[in-house]
């Protein structure tokens, strides 16, 4: 099966139950925000910006769960911000799964590895020869260092009884990935962030964890490397990829020209620019495990049109319930029941090729327009048995891994080839004529503490040719 048995039916088992309840609106996913705060500022995204002035804030641990259990959406994605700045990441991450949930945990990477050594350092066994096994091959592959391990292996009772993110059919790492090493580097506006996110997904599968990536293509991403994208990460062994147009919404618009000077009109796609960037999604969907329906691939293709159905993928974040969509903000309500009742939902979106809304002109965002496809908004005959068929039918075999495919991802920082060479040559034959040490300056021309090296452990050296993955799982 392409996706999970129990996680399909339990999708479809909610839609079905509504459907013959009549309800007229229901939650498919719960985008839930527990806060703003992160440690990257990429391009392209808005909500540094639009909630600048709460930045601090975080949603209490117990509102979180309610928020889930108020809509009751099968499946809860947390996002933000970076979720895993969250303190009770764990414990939310938990609740949520005692509530019967699916949950993807949103994240740009950089903190997995962390969490995943304190989930190991929880269950491991030195009795148990697959536990060393594993940590031995952690440690063969560089994802931990030998102080790490030690620490797993001498872990005391407070690192034994910590709540922490364990694997489950139930629970995906969601990666940020948007392009091969150059071009995602370039976004997420730091050098090392790509190499990190390739070895937290290595260690997640040798582990056990289900993992999939999350890619937002924009008006300068080239089609070819999104589909060495697909292929790099499915050698690696992800369980599937979501992809969505990038979307010139007002947040990010307003970041793009106040912090970065740039133009939005050269960075956002419009609604044909989406539909040519995408022309080959119903290729790739056959050929890799893309997350949502092929009715939505369609769409993206252009070849038929769909009504948004933004109300099926509600936010919840520190203001309450965000309407109409995740990317814009007209108000934010107490309740989802009052948010459902108040919004005029058909103010927005695209209908049939007028926009009713000016601000959603360009949209053909998948928190919009995915759920669409499984609800049967603007139906077409037979587009039921094509979900069914692509949801339940075979998984795609997973790419080769080669050499080549190797050094296509790592295009880079890794072969001197980062965003700052320049200026650090720069800075370097400057220092060396007046005797002193070559400091690095960042994008922003302060020192960065991070150019030159990479994020999270083994800093620096060559991720060594990928191995057969076995996962550990408990």
Known sequence: MRFPLALSLKIAGHILKHKLR??????????????????????GCGRIREYSTSLKDMVPLERCLAAAAECDAPMVSICGGEPLIYPKIEELVQGLLAQGRIVYICTNGVFMRKKMREYFAAVFDPSVPSHQATLQRLLTE???TEKEADAIRHADAAA???????????????????????????????EGVFRECVA???????????????????RETDVQEIEDMFRYFSALGVDGHTISPGYDYDAAKKDMVKRLGKDPKDFFLTREMTRQKFAKI??????????????????????????CTAWAIPTYNIR????????MTD??????????????????????????????ENCMVHCGYDPSGALGTNYQRGDHWKNFKYNFGPRPKPHPWSPELERRAFNGVSVGR??????????????????????VPSHNGELHPHVGTFCGTGEGARLPARQPQTGHGE
Not at 23 to 41: D, G, I, S
Not at 428 to 438: C, K, N
Request: with cysteine.
């Open 22 to 43: 009549k309800t007229p609106k229901f939650a498919l996913v719960l985008q839930l925000e527990p806060l703003h705060t992160c440690n990257l500022t990429c391009t």
């Open 160 to 190: 034994k009884s910590r709540v922490v993110i364990r694997p489950t059919q139930w629970l995906y790492w969601n990666v940020h990935i948007d392009g091969l090493e150059y071009t995602h580097d370039l976004i997420v506006e730091r």
């Open 282 to 307: 119903l290729d790739w969907g056959r050929q890799f495990t893309i997350f949502g329906t092929p009715v939505y691939q369609e769409f993206l293709a252009g070849k038929r049109e769909l009504t």
């Open 418 to 439: 980062g965003h700052l060479a320049q200026a650090r040559a720069a800075v370097a034959a400057a220092s060396v004529v007046a005797g002193a040490p070559a400091g």
């Open 142 to 144: 560089n994802l931990i």
């Open 331 to 360: 108000a934010h309500y107490p309740t989802y029941a009052e948010m459902l009742e108040k919004v005029d939902w058909d103010k927005y979106g695209v209908v049939n090729g007028v926009a009713r809304d000016p601000r959603c």
């Open 320 to 327: 309450g319930w965000k309407a109409p969509c995740y990317l």
């Open 200 to 218: 937290a997904v290595r260690m997640a599968k040798i582990l056990g964890y289900q993992v999939a990536t999350n890619t937002t293509v924009y």
